[in-house]
Structures are given as structure tokens and as C-alpha cells.
């Protein structure tokens, strides 16, 4: 039995509370999630990843005190965190892009007992009684591993009523498209498949989504960059690289056809996706107090249909 959870156009997807990148002040982090609830965002998205367990820790820092049925919060199971023997003092684990001590280290396991081991173990890290959403994180060389254990698992906790919902989240769509046929998930976390500039997603996880009554979630809407701002900054990146040339044209050119709207790269970003009827939410970071509350208002007001008709005459849109 599938389960529809609200979770509301915008979610704040939060690694950055776990120094995604680089260290986040003692001044800022624990203003974003009030920040964010502030600005009316009700959905909030983690993984014991993030910051080897951190972020878990400080979301469960910044929800505590708040309704906790306002609220719904997914985490993930895949990547269990154990102690990590090589560590040495002053050792970071920026080489994963976490800018935090590397005293664990991250190993995957999809099997049953892997999965009620790592949602005990969010559990503890966030503080709280319950998980609303659990999602299988990345389990792109282990379909075999999660479809056995993992989706199994999950059903179950489902069923036993400890989590509301379960699903998959991805950087692609081929292997969620396979989940959401094969399996009774409730909905999918997209990263970067669907997007002003990437449209793969629309030929495989969406109809599937649409047929299934599958929810899906879209991440990276800015394609790691390039379209969070008004305009492509030097050096730009697309999916954590250089943006070519070439795309860089092509989002100026977008810019220049949305400004004489009053539109924004970012507007654009964020209501594309949303514009699918199998899309309900999409996930944006945030690093600052000021960044999650502008996120939140890029899903109002309606980016106007004359636009996207421009956009899509022009060629621009996937």
C-alpha cells in the first residue's frame, strides 16, 4: 500500500549541516533551520553521509522544540558509520567533501541487518522517536543487494508503521526507474536528472512515476551551480565540473529571454520541475540563514506560461 506524505513545493536538503565543502560557523548553523521554518518549509531531507552523522545531529539540534507532526524528515540507509582506524589528529574527511574530523568512515551495506542497524543509529544521532521517510542511498553498484535486503526491509518498517514512506534516491533515473517497477516504494529523490538542463528523467522515472502513483522528489535543480544564480558565475560548474562552453551560451541566452519577465535563473530552476504532475517537491541546500529563506520564495509567484512557451519555442527547455 503506497503512502502519499505532504511534504510541501520546497525542502531544505541539509548536508550543508555537515560542512559540505567546508566548515560552517557556530553563528550560522544553528539559525538555518529556524530560518527555514520561518519561511514555511515543513520538509527536511538528511543521510548518516552528510558530514559522517554531523548534520543528522545538528537537524535534530534545530527541530527539537518544534511540532513534530508540522514536521517530516527523511534520512537514508545504505552507508553505515563505524569508527575509522586510520584516523589520525587533525585528519579531515574533505576528501568525501565533508570538511569534519574523519574519525569514522563510511562502508556500504544494503542488507536487511545493515538497514535496521543505520536507522537505529539516525535515530540516536537525530533525536527523535520516529523517521518519516527512509530512502536507499546511491545503491548504484548494489541493485542486487537492495532489491533483497534493503526494499524488504523497508517494506516491513512500513508495515510495522515505524516509518511513513520509503524510496530510493539517486544521481540517476535508469535504476529508479527499475526500482518503481519492481518494488512497492512510495517515492524516488532524483538528483540532477531533471532540470532546466537536463531532461533525462522524462523518459524513463517520470511516465514510470505517473503510472506507479509514485512521488517524486528532484534534487540538484541547479546542477551543482551553474543555475543559482542570475547569471552563470566564471567558472561555473555543471554536475560538479566545468560547464562547457556551450551550456554556458545556452543559460545566458535562457537568462536573457526570462529578465524582460522579472525572472530569475533560479525561478526557473526551482518551477521547472515542478511543472511535471509526478514531481511534488523539490530539495534545495542552503549554507546560510539568508540563502535556505531566498530558496524558499523561488516557488512563488508562477513563473507565467508566456515564458515557458518562449523557452520552449526557442529550444532552451529539455
Not at 536538503?13 to 518549509?41: F, Q, T
Not at 548518516?48 to 524528515?73: N, S, T, W
Not at 542511498?137 to 524488504?152: I, K, N, Q, S, V
Not at 524516488?188 to 522515472?205: F, Q, S
Amino acid at each position: 500500500m503506497m503512502a502519499t506524505v505532504e511534504l510541501g513545493t520546497i525542502g531544505y536538503g541539509v548536508a550543508a549541516l555537515g560542512n559540505l565543502y567546508s566548515a560552517r560557523p557556530d553563528d550560522v548553523w544553528p539559525a538555518i533551520i529556524p530560518a527555514a521554518w520561518e519561511a514555511g518549509i515543513r520538509y527536511f531531507d538528511v543521510a548518516p553521509h552528510y558530514g559522517l552523522g554531523l548534520a543528522e545531529e545538528r537537524l535534530g539540534e534545530g527541530l527539537r522544540g518544534l511540532p513534530r507532526d508540522e514536521y517530516v524528515v527523511s534520512t537514508k540507509v545504505g552507508r553505515l558509520l563505524e569508527p575509522n582506524p586510520d584516523h589520525r589528529p587533525g585528519q579531515t574527511d574533505i576528501g568525501n567533501l565533508f570538511d569534519v574530523p574523519s574519525t569514522l568512515r563510511r562502508r556500504f551495506d544494503f542488507s536487511r541487518d545493515g538497514v535496521l542497524r543505520s536507522v537505529e543509529d539516525s535515530l540516536n544521532r537525530l533525536g527523535l522517536d520516529r523517521i518519516d521517510i527512509l530512502f536507499v542511498h546511491d545503491p548504484d553498484d548494489h541493485e542486487r543487494e537492495a532489491l533483497d535486503g534493503a526494499f524488504p526491509a523497508l517494506a516491513e518498517l512500513r508495515s510495522q508503521g515505524v516509518i511513513r514512506a520509503y524510496g530510493a534516491g539517486m544521481n540517476q533515473s535508469a535504476m529508479l526507474t527499475r526500482f518503481v517497477r519492481e518494488t512497492d516504494l512510495d517515492l524516488v529523490m532524483c538528483a540532477g536528472r531533471y532540470t532546466l538542463l537536463d531532461g533525462t528523467a522524462a523518459t524513463d522515472l517520470l511516465p514510470a512515476a505517473e503510472e506507479r502513483g509514485v512521488q517524486v522528489v528532484v534534487a540538484s535543480v541547479f546542477n551543482s551551480g551553474i543555475l543559482a544564480g542570475d547569471r552563470p558565475a566564471a567558472g561555473a560548474t555543471f554536475d560538479y565540473a566545468a560547464a562547457p562552453e556551450a551550456l554556458v551560451r545556452r543559460v545566458d541566452r535562457i537568462a536573457d529571454i526570462a529578465a524582460p519577465y522579472g525572472v530569475t535563473l533560479p525561478q526557473l530552476a526551482v518551477q521547472f520541475p515542478t511543472r511535471h504532475p509526478a514531481v511534488s517537491t523539490v530539495v534545495l541546500g542552503a549554507d546560510t540563514p539568508e540563502q535556505i529563506v531566498r530558496n524558499a520564495a523561488l516557488g512563488s509567484p508562477a513563473v507565467p506560461e508566456e515564458l515557458w512557451a518562449e523557452l520552449h519555442a526557442s529550444g532552451l527547455t529539455p
